[in-house]
């Protein structure tokens, strides 16, 4: 069901003392302003993390973060999150590469797909942030959803079917994908594809693959707000249902969370950091830059049990 915009939006910004917000669309994200992230003022963390939790997504431009500064602002947040893909970079384990040469013509990219991040895991991460380094002059965007607003906009029948369910979060299609369209190589899915076979998976793939089971329903530990927690790339399967029941339900949920009205599009630059709750919605980046190169450094930050 596509359902147009209704009274039900408010992605205002709220008057803050210590920085400056501006929506990015009605759905949800907004840019914050008047902040240098390297040297933050707890009053100005404070009114950060209230318009992250507002706002889904929020972006800061023009931000010169070393590696350091970046893993500083993140722990602000809380601990790291244990990191399901990479190893991070040189004296930076917690520094995730996201980086795709020129010529890295791949057929898939590294967040392909609607997602939220590793929730495979039993703790998957609660917020995750992504430093903007070399951008393609066009392409190379990252979309999310407002899975809070999504599952506000479901009938009361339909929230009182999923609320008792636990959905099943695996990374197998991940894996299948890799090892079918993927050659071996050194980038990150491209190690995935490496291990060719599903039934002799090193131990720590084969443990994502496996997963985990987690509210569908879940609520904001900071909030007490309520998001339908479903995604297309690692939702497999509904507790107690059979694949035939479970798939039809989360693929209603999934073309209901993404409908155009509830997202937003981010265009980067370099020099741009976004920061997104996992919990309140979902993501993806494009596959459509071919030939340019996209330089990003992810951190994440570790969070509950989904409840
Ligand atoms: C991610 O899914 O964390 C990466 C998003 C992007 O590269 O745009």
Redesign the pocket.
């Known amino acids: 069901m596509i359902t147009h915009p209704t009274g039900i939006f408010d992605n205002s910004a709220k008057a803050y003392k210590h920085i400056s917000v501006t929506p990015l669309s009605a759905a949800m994200g907004a840019k914050v302003s008047g902040v240098d992230l390297s040297c933050l003022t707890a009053h100005q963390f404070r009114e950060i993390e209230h318009a992250l939790f507002r706002h889904k997504m929020i972006y800061f431009r023009d931000q010169h973060l070393t590696h350091g500064d970046q893993e500083a602002f993140s722990l602000r947040f809380g601990p790291f999150a244990e990191d399901a893909y990479t190893k991070g970079v040189n004296g930076h384990v917690n520094v995730q590469p ?1 980086i795709r040469e020129a010529d890295g013509f791949e057929p898939l990219v ?2 392909f797909g609607w ?1 939220t ?1 590793s929730p495979f895991l039993l703790r998957p991460p609660a917020i ?1 942030m ?1 430093y903007a380094v070399d951008v393609p002059p066009f392409g ?1 965007d ?1 979309i999310w959803a407002n899975s809070a607003l999504a599952y506000h906009a479901l009938s009361e029948t339909m929230r009182s079917i999923i609320k008792p369910l636990s959905v099943h979060m695996s990374m197998e299609k991940v894996v299948t994908l890799a090892q079918t369209e993927m050659s071996p190589s050194n980038s990150l899915l491209g190690r995935i594809a490496a291990t060719r076979d599903m039934d002799n998976l090193p131990e720590a793939i084969a443990h994502k693959v496996a997963g985990a089971f987690h509210p569908l329903v879940r609520t904001h530990p900071g909030t007490g707000e309520k998001s339908i927690y479903c995604d297309q790339t690692y939702s497999s399967g509904i507790k107690g249902l059979s694949q035939d029941e479970a798939l039809p339900i989360i693929d209603f949920l999934i073309k209901h969370i993404t409908q155009p009205a509830f997202t937003c599009r981010l265009r980067w630059k370099g020099n741009t950091l976004a920061v997104w709750d996992n919990r309140l919605g979902i ?3 494009f596959n459509d830059y071919n030939g340019f190169r996209r330089e ?1 450094y ?1 951190t994440t930050v570790a969070g509950e049990v989904p409840a």
């Open positions: 996201i590294f967040g997602h991040d995750s992504l190379g990252t993501h993806q980046a990003m992810r």
